[in-house]
């Protein structure tokens, strides 16, 4: 089995390097490299969406979690989901034109330059992150699967260079040709090794007399669990890849199909993760929770297994392409180009792709520090929801000053930093405090707004 395993892997990492040779020719400038020329059409619109929050969170992360917590995992992704339709609501605000590269340019449309880089700063920390957790779920899946023949950390070191490299050579069209592939094995090995799995072993119906494993809160209360749909209801509002997604649509409406198509895709396909994980922790109840995926292809045959693995792989890469290429646009038009006054094009392009290795380089690095999947991503990002607060208020308050929205970024990384120093975050989640304290700064700022226009 495991050269079998091994044959379709390398196949399918061969698919993935020939598409992104393809491709290099498509993005022979910094535009086409960064937005692929702003001419994607709905469907790469939406594979590209439902890679984003198809991913190592959504598949490993979500198996995990259902694992430890039962279905109230579901929680999380449910966010994402309300976020989604906001998102297309809103995207005529949110992209205001053609010149949108990045949540630099949201912010700095409403504040000044200095609220807009901190802002950056802070998305670009969560977009390096997410990238980690898809390596590390390419690990865990790896090492789980070609146990004795390939480590954790050669399973992530793999998982790293594969998709780094196929953006290097093709940019944001590469993620989008290479998604297609993503989404569509995702779907039909996901369905098939998790139907498999869940009508062959009866555990549904044996977890279902479990104490909290069906209970729309779980073991988690209702609080927690509402404050991680809360948390990443936050995070994709306004997060760097859906922007970059929406700014490669040849048209607004063409923007607005496919994050509403995209999100529609992965919905099914996160459920089903979420299921697979219950199943796992009545099959193997003392594994490694992170393991609760990959240990299923344990009990499926060959022919299905093959499939099953590559759906658990490919999300983690089609994931963690739209962040990389969303950072990369993030760093090279709002800091590396504006601070070495690059203007020439070909010289941005290959610094484009340089950043673009680089941050895939410094994604594999933290990957060591990762423990639990689902837990840490809420933690970091309360970064973006404090973005997605100073950008909703100054959509409501045109005249509130920058340096309001200022103090708000710079509290929340205060008190995220105070969180894990004095181990608070273990019994408030952070999001609550950096909350609070933004209503208070912006409504003061509100205020005085107020005043001086009476």
Partial sequence: MKGLYLFSIFGYIGILWLIGIYVTRKSSSTEAYLVASRSLSVPFLSVLIAGIWVGGVSIVGMAQGSY????????LQAGVWVAMCVTSLLLGRI??????????????????????????ILQLMFSVWVITMQIVGGGAILSVILNGQLSFREGML?????????????????????????????????????????FNTGALSQMANHTYYFKPFGDLGAVQALSWAYINFTLGVLAQPVINTASSAKTLEEGRKGILIGNLIGIPVV????????????????IPSISALPALLNIVPPFIAVFFLISMWAPLM?????????????AVKGYIAPALSLRNDRTLLYVSRFTTLAIGAVSLLLGFFVKEILREVTWIAVLLSAIVYIVFIGWAWKQVHSLYAFLSLLGTVAILMFSF???????????????LYIFIVMGIGVMEARKADA
């Fill in 158 to 198: 793999l998982t790293a260079i594969v998709f780094t490299l196929y953006n290097v050579m093709g940019g944001f069209v590469a993620t989008a040709y290479t998604n297609l592939v993503h989404i569509g094995v995702t779907i039909f090995g996901i369905f098939l090794g998790g139907f498999y799995v869940v």
């Fill in 95 to 120: 992209l205001k034109g053609k010149n949108t590269y990045s949540i630099l340019d949201v912010v700095e449309n409403i504040y000044d330059k200095k609220t807009a880089k901190l802002a950056g």
């Fill in 318 to 330: 089609s994931s963690g392409s739209p962040f990389l290429m969303g950072a990369t646009t993030l």
């Fill in 271 to 286: 459920i089903m993760a979420a299921l697979c994980g219950i199943v796992a922790r009545y099959v193997f109840p003392d």
């Fill in 68 to 75: 430890i917590h039962g279905i109230s995992a579901l929680w």
């Fill in 421 to 435: 120093i004095f181990g608070s975050y273990k019994v408030l989640h952070p999001v609550w405090p950096v909350t």
